[in-house]
């Protein structure tokens, strides 16, 4: 991952890479043989890179005899297709839980114990506070990214690892396990103060105002300088989940230093800490994270909630490149794939369950890879000088208006135009977009449902379209198609895309 300008984005093989993925579900990758119908499926729906599980379980089903069959099945069949992997490291945490430990770890609870609720019940989620669970967890991490080095180092199918899955706490917001409980009296770790010190300026709203409503103490235990509540809980437990993955991370990297991300199932707001899965890196406890676990390059929003653009934008607070590694498969993925890698700094869009779609569930989001795909080379070269910008357009937010350079632009949906075949649909498939601006005067536009006005910055003055093709890349080279400057852009005041369509212009 390389900074370039106002961005970070991920190379690959030198090139800016935008994951046009999909996630598999969970059981897809346990089976080499049911995978094989899934990845033709995959590659007629254009996506560059597929979303895989790597499971402790089967990789390691006797302690120290690891098994990489399934690894290197979707090595061999992923570059058969000409695709790339993220894997997802389904270690000591899946979804909160401990589901995919080895059974010799599941059953050995003296071993290997698990965290507790304040009734001193336990749970099935491996305690982060006993040394013998990292220890176990990060020796089969380490073998998996040792395997990858020996394996892929040359063809960099692997492109990205994510540690673990939705890592949460339930049903309380901290562990009340021995060592847990041991932990919370000890003072807050040096590495949080010192972090507290040095972003004071810069932490996120939510988690100052918990440290400074405590007066924002520099030293002291957990209580002392959060407070004594749950919100105080929650950030204990975050920070020793983050410092558990980071050694992962650490240590994995050392063997083999590929990108690696932490993904978050999203809080309702509202709810509070205990009644979600707690502590993993949900935005108000980004800044926990970031000092916890410095080796995780991302931190990325799973999308089961609505308000895409408002968990957008939090998460890419302070540089935190969007990531999305799950969106749920709905209507509406194609135009938030425009909008995500127009309007932020984003590196991957992915809906979950991939493999599940029927040919029309899975059309749009075909279109709309085949389309980024085409302008990746050119969001690569201008995203990092401000020039490109991205808007989804809803039926109740149908307006989005933006600058880039001298004009500037509004962005509505298609359906807003009474002429419309959609005008009259008592419900609005979402629209969306990106504009690229490649000189002062030149611009690309791809995306759905759109209608594209300009006016110049400067008073008194009229903008207009002097010409509008619609084209392809082909290699990266503009095929231009049709002229369209008569009812296609309505005689030069507008740029328009479909409802139903899908292009670039
Ligand atoms: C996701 C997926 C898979 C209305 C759920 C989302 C995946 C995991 N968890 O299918 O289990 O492995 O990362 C949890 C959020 C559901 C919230 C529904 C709210």
């Known amino acids: 991952m390389v900074k370039n300008g106002t961005v970070t984005q991920l190379l690959v093989d030198d090139k800016p890479f935008l994951v046009l993925g999909g996630e598999l579900g969970n059981s897809t990758a346990s089976n080499t043989a049911y995978m094989q119908p899934v990845w033709p499926k995959l590659k007629a729906m254009h996506l560059n890179t597929v979303i895989a599980p790597v499971y402790w379980e089967l990789m390691e089903p006797q302690e120290g005899k690891f098994d990489f069959t399934?690894?290197?099945?979707l090595l061999r069949d992923a570059r058969k297709h000409q695709m790339k992997l993220v894997l997802l490291w389904f270690g000591a945490w899946k979804n909160s839980m401990s589901c995919y430990a080895p059974a010799w770890v599941k059953t050995d609870t003296k071993r290997f114990p698990r965290v507790e609720s304040d009734q001193g019940v336990p749970e099935e989620i491996m305690t982060p506070f006993e040394p013998r669970n990292l220890e176990v967890d990060k020796k089969a991490f380490v073998r998996l990214m040792q395997h990858l080095k020996?394996?892929?180092?040359?063809?960099?199918?692997?492109?990205?690892?994510?540690?673990?899955?939705?890592?949460?706490?339930?049903?309380?917001?901290?562990?009340?396990?021995?060592?847990a409980n041991a932990a919370f009296k000890q003072p807050v770790p040096a590495p949080l103060l010192t972090y507290l010190q040095r972003e004071k300026k810069n932490l996120k709203p939510e988690f100052a105002a918990v440290w400074q409503k405590q007066g924002a103490k520099t030293k002291g235990n957990w209580e002392e300088v959060f407070g004594k509540s749950l919100a105080t809980d929650e950030i204990f437990m975050a920070w020793h989940y983050a410092t558990f993955t980071n050694a992962l991370a650490v240590a994995g990297k050392a063997a083999y230093p590929l990108p690696m991300y932490v993904n978050a199932a999203l809080n309702r707001p509202g709810v509070p800490p205990g009644k979600y899965p707690s502590a993993g890196p949900l935005p108000h406890l980004m800044d926990v994270w970031q000092a916890g676990a410095p080796a995780i390059d991302i931190l990325a929003p799973d999308f089961y909630n609505p308000d895409f653009k408002h968990w957008c934008d939090l998460y890419t607070r302070g540089g935190n490149p969007l990531f999305i590694p799950e969106h749920r498969f709905e209507d509406g993925v194609?135009?938030?794939?425009?909008?995500?890698?127009?309007?932020?700094?984003?590196?991957?869009?992915?809906?979950?369950?991939?493999?599940?779609?029927?040919?029309l569930k899975g059309a749009p989001i075909a279109k709309a890879y085949e389309l980024l795909q085409q302008v990746t080379p050119l969001i690569g070269k201008y995203q990092p000088t401000g020039q490109v910008r991205g808007f989804l357009l809803q039926k109740d937010s149908a307006a989005r208006t933006g600058t880039l350079g001298n004009y500037r632009f509004t962005a509505k949906h298609e359906y807003t135009l009474g002429w419309s075949l959609g005008a009259k649909k008592p419900d609005w498939n979402p629209g969306g977009g990106l504009i690229i601006a490649v000189a002062p005067d030149e611009f690309y536009v791809v995306g759905t449902g759109l209608v594209l006005t300009w006016e110049p910055t400067t008073k008194g003055k009229r903008a207009g379209y002097l010409s509008v093709d619609e084209g392809y890349f082909e290699g990266g080279?503009?095929?231009?198609?049709?002229?369209?400057?008569?009812?296609?852009?309505?005689?030069?005041?507008h740029v328009r895309i479909p409802g139903e369509e899908y292009g670039i212009q």
């Open 70 to 73: 399934l690894v290197d099945d």
């Open 150 to 179: 020996e394996v892929d180092s040359q063809q960099h199918t692997v492109v990205t690892v994510q540690v673990e899955n939705e890592i949460g706490m339930l049903p309380t917001a901290r562990s009340y396990d021995s060592r």
């Open 334 to 359: 194609a135009a938030k794939a425009f909008f995500a890698f127009g309007n932020y700094n984003c590196l991957s869009f992915s809906p979950f369950a991939i493999e599940g779609s029927d040919t």
């Open 477 to 493: 080279k503009w095929m231009p198609g049709r002229r369209m400057n008569g009812d296609q852009d309505h005689q030069g005041r």
